[in-house]
């Protein structure tokens, strides 16, 4: 059974700081990992996919990468800034079945100006 | 911008009654997910259908939760009788065969039961 782990819980950081969340998967037999970002009282939104035969994503100040053999990924966010202060979840989407996707418990996410 | 919908948003019913939730997919969707979120369990994956046909429902409690697609637009779940241990956030998901998108969240339907 899949499980993904998340890593820290909680995260605060002064505004501008890089900063990096991890996440580790224990099968390594995934067909994707996504990022997601959860603000309060919403759903989840997407932020980066990562294919299992890939090694990094980036969307503007975020960077995803995936080391499928080790189960892990991380997000580097560049330059935080307040209006990341949100919940990060990452899942892996399983290689076989019926290819459900797994959540990690999340990143509570703080940034302060 | 295309969005899944779901409603209500919130739900606050008494032990005992039933709960339906609804949610539609994005247009051209054909895989549907229906997810639980608690502090504790952070999110479990209830039900997923593919083409309307109900793929896995392996983490769903059958005894009182059911889930149907009646048609492409649609997607419910029903809770009856209703517990207090099922007050958590519900949330819906659609995206493209294949796997290879990401998927589409809506914004949840708060259910509190007392």
């Known amino acids: 059974k899949q499980e993904v782990t998340q890593i820290p819980a909680a995260l605060s950081v002064p505004e501008g700081e890089n900063l990096v969340l991890n996440c580790s998967f224990t099968d390594s037999a995934i067909y994707n990992l996504q990022w997601f970002r959860q603000d309060p009282g919403k759903g989840l939104t997407s932020l980066l996919l990562?294919?299992?035969?890939?090694r990094e994503q980036t969307s503007g100040r975020l960077n995803a990468s995936l080391d499928k053999s080790s189960g892990r990924s991380t997000l580097y966010i560049a330059a935080s800034q307040p209006g990341d202060s949100a919940t990060y979840l990452c899942a892996v989407r399983a290689d076989t079945g019926f290819q459900k996707l797994v959540f990690g418990t999340g990143t509570r996410l703080l940034v302060s100006p | 911008d295309a969005r899944v919908t779901q409603t209500p948003r919130h739900k606050v019913t008494e032990m005992g009654q039933e709960v339906t939730m609804r949610c539609q997919p994005i247009?051209?969707?054909?895989?549907v997910f229906w997810y639980r979120q608690t502090m504790m369990q952070g999110l479990e994956l209830l039900a997923y259908?593919?083409?309307?046909?109900?793929?896995?429902d392996s983490g769903m409690p059958k005894d009182r939760f059911s889930a149907e697609m009646p048609d492409a637009t649609l997607a419910t779940l029903k809770i009856q009788p209703s517990e207090p241990r099922d007050s958590a956030v519900y949330f819906c998901?659609?995206?493209?065969?294949?796997?290879?998108?990401?998927?589409?969240f809506g914004n949840g339907t708060r259910l509190t039961v007392t």
């Open positions: 990562i294919q299992s035969s890939q």
């Open positions: 259908f593919r083409n309307r046909a109900p793929l896995d």
């Open positions: 247009l051209g969707h054909n895989t």
């Open positions: 998901a659609s995206g493209p065969t294949g796997g290879n998108s990401p998927l589409h």
